[in-house]
Each structure stands twice: as C-alpha cells, then as structure tokens.
C-alpha cells in the first residue's frame, strides 16, 4: 500500500509564498502521475495540478497557472507544489495523490491518497 505526506502548510500573509512537499513512502510500477488537489471550506476538492512520476512533464488546471508550479526531479524525488503570490482564496487543504494514469486531472484516477496539510492565507 503506497503511502503519501504532504508537509509545509501553515499561515502566511497574502502575497507570500510557499512550497509543499509529498513524499510516497514506496515506488510502484503502476504510479504515473503524481498530483495535488484542494478542498477550501464548503467546496468541493479541485485539480491543481500533477507531475509525471519521472518528472518531465507536468500538468495544470487552467485556473492555477501562472502562480503554481509542480516540480518532482526524477522518480526518487518528493513532489513540489511551489505557490507564489498567496491570496485569500487560495487557503485550503492541500491533498498530494498518486494515479495509475497517465496525464491524470480528474480525481477519480487517484487512487492512494495523503491526509492533506492547511494552507492559511490571511489578507
């Protein structure tokens, strides 16, 4: 059973940056894509964006490019969520998946899931 840890959430002021990280506690052959979603309160989770498990591509919602970056070095690697400019909105919590698809943004084809870690933004 993979298991995935999402660490750096907390509490910053609008227009700062944070990194989070995910780490899979084991490789399997049938991972292709590592992605992050969030849940704001009262809404339902959405598709941030998702890495390739070798890195070499990576895949956003229309809605997250530009301030969000996903990063993941090579197949040993923690995945990366880089966001930058922080805004009110963007305070949720923040789930790392991992997929047996390739290319995957809908949540249905995440099937190992971490426990998510709170993003705060305070304006």
């Known amino acids: 059973q993979v298991q995935l840890v999402e660490y750096g959430g907390g509490l910053v002021q609008a227009g700062a940056s944070l990194r989070l990280s995910c780490t899979l506690s084991?490789?399997?052959?049938?991972?292709?894509?590592v992605g992050w979603f969030r849940q704001a309160p009262g809404k339902e989770r959405e598709f941030v964006g998702a890495s390739s498990w070798h890195g070499f591509r990576s895949y956003y919602s229309d809605s997250m490019k530009g301030r969000f970056t996903i990063s993941r070095n090579n197949a040993n690697s923690p995945t990366y969520l880089q966001m930058n400019d922080l805004k009110s909105e963007d305070t949720a919590v923040y789930y790392c998946?991992?997929?047996?698809?390739?290319?995957?943004?809908?949540?249905?084809?995440?099937?190992?899931w971490g426990q998510g870690t709170q993003v705060t933004v305070s304006s």
């Open positions: 998946a991992a997929a047996r698809a390739p290319a995957a943004k809908d949540e249905s084809a995440y099937f190992y």
């Open positions: 084991q490789r399997s052959d049938y991972i292709y894509t």
